[in-house]
């Protein structure tokens, strides 16, 4: 397959994958969550609150996907200027298309039992989580405020969205009833569950890559993702034919990249996705990620250019240490 086949065979998978994403995110709140009164998980669920609000307090009928619209937008806008890349774009684009069809799809109840509402609801809202964020987007909204608090503080906002959602339940429940609150919970449960069946809770993954194709597979992704790898020797216990295993550590956002880094050079690689409860040492953070590429260059797309690079931002680093200690010394000096 060439280079020109692949890459139009990835832009067609993420466009098909963003249009589901959207298709299953509109449904499950057109459908099912809004026409019951039951509240969704992040920005969605603060969404509908308001929208309920403006109609509780005011009597103004104003969609929930115009509220999700205009949280969005300025989002976006940040997203875009402090993090920038594909996930923001798309996950921009997408928060955008959801509004637009929220606002101008009309709601239908396909149940009125608010048990399968919630339930069903849930499920198809995670669903479009787990499938935009196999596919290097997210649905906008919180995911996008996690990534630029954690490009600019290396914190997550998990403790954060707990507690929106919290939020939103107990608000739920003093506007609604508390029976409609329950079955908001049921629906954030059965988001929660799709999503880390479809994709992964953790933040971070290690890949075990086996392929026969070692160099060549270390080449792209050494060209296409920032992070290290351990090579393995290894061998088939059936065939013994002789292979190597790639182990990586890598964030959720750079999954999909890495599979389709890997396809590139060998379909046949056998890839396992483990589970990674925390590391210890060096993971490099956006920041670092984005000093790599800027000491490899546009043209630096080799092993040895790697390694050089990796050498000239350690001296960077180690020089500005050094810089620091001498300046800390200076002050107790004067003192």
Known sequence: MSKQMKKWRKIALTTFFFFLSVALQVAGLNFFLIPNSI?????????????????QFFHWHIDT??????????????GFKMVGGKFTILSFINAVVVSLFLIF?????????????????????????????RYGFSTGGFDIIAMIIQKRTGKSIGAFMNVTNGVIVLIAGFFIGWQNAMYTL????????????????????????VTSKGDEVIDVLHRDLIRGITVLPSSGAYTKRESTTLMMVLSRFELFEMQEAVR???????????????????????DRQLQMKKSMGPKAVTIDAQIEAEQQLEEQL?????????????VKYDK
């Open 186 to 209: 049921i629906g954030i449960y059965a988001t929660g569950q799709v999503v880390d069946t479809l994709y992964t809770g953790y933040q971070k993954l290690t890949a075990l890559i």
């Open 264 to 286: 590139s050079v060998d379909p046949k690689a056998f890839i396992n996705l483990l589970s990674t409860v925390s590391v210890s040492g060096e993971f490099w953070d956006a």
């Open 65 to 78: 996907g115009l509220f999700f619209l205009l949280f969005n937008i300025p989002i976006g806008i940040v």
């Open 318 to 330: 180690a020089q500005l240490e050094l810089e620091q200690d001498d300046q800390a010394n200076r």
């Open 105 to 133: 799809l009309p709601t239908y109840a396909f149940t009125t039992q608010p048990l399968l509402a919630s339930l069903f609801g849930g499920l198809l809202v995670g669903a479009s989580v787990g499938i935009a964020m």
């Open 39 to 55: 509240f969704s998980v992040g920005l969605n669920g603060v969404s509908q609150l308001l929208s309920l609000s403006a109609w």
